[in-house]
Nanobody, 125 residues
Framework: QVQVVESGGGSVQPGGSLTLSCAASGISWVIYRMGWFRQATGKEREFVATINWNGGTTYYSDVVQGRFTISRDNTKNTVYLQMNSLKPEDTAVYYC??????????????????WGQGTQVTVSS
C-alpha cells in the first residue's frame, strides 16, 4: 500500500500558477504509476493527470492539457503537478494516488483509492 500526503495548494488569481507536491511512501514506490485527481464542491472526483514509473509517459484530461504538467522525482518519492493559466473552474481539492492504468482517450485511469487528505486550490479574483 502507498501512503500519500499532498501539499502546495492555496489561493491564486485567474491566470496564476501553483505547484502541488505529493510525497509518497510505501514499498517499491518507484514502480508505481501515479495520478492527480480533483473534486470540486458538489461534483464527483475527476481525473487530472497520470504519469508512469519513470516519467516517460504522461496523460492529461482535456480540460487541463497544455496548462498542467505532471512530473516525478523518484529520488524524493514525490510527484508534482505544475499548474499554469489557472481558471476559476480549476477550483477544487486536489488528490494524488497510485493508479492501476494511465488512461487513454475515452477510458479514464483507474485509481487504487489510496487517497490522501488532499490540498485545496482556489482560483478567484
Amino acid at each position: 500500500q502507498v501512503q500519500v500526503v499532498e501539499s502546495g495548494g492555496g489561493s491564486v488569481q485567474p491566470g496564476g500558477s501553483l505547484t502541488l507536491s505529493c510525497a509518497a511512501s510505501g514499498i517499491s514506490w518507484v514502480i508505481y504509476r501515479m495520478g492527480w485527481f480533483r473534486q470540486a464542491t458538489g461534483k464527483e472526483r475527476e481525473f487530472v493527470a497520470t504519469i508512469n514509473w519513470n516519467g516517460g509517459t504522461t496523460y492529461y484530461s482535456d480540460v487541463v492539457q497544455g496548462r498542467f504538467t505532471i512530473s516525478r522525482d523518484n529520488t524524493k518519492n514525490t510527484v508534482y503537478l505544475q499548474m499554469n493559466s489557472l481558471k476559476p473552474e480549476d477550483t477544487a481539492v486536489y488528490y494524488c494516488t497510485r493508479v492501476l492504468t494511465l488512461g487513454v482517450p475515452g477510458v479514464p485511469p483507474t485509481p487504487t483509492g489510496e487517497w490522501g487528505q488532499g490540498t485545496q486550490v482556489t482560483v478567484s479574483s
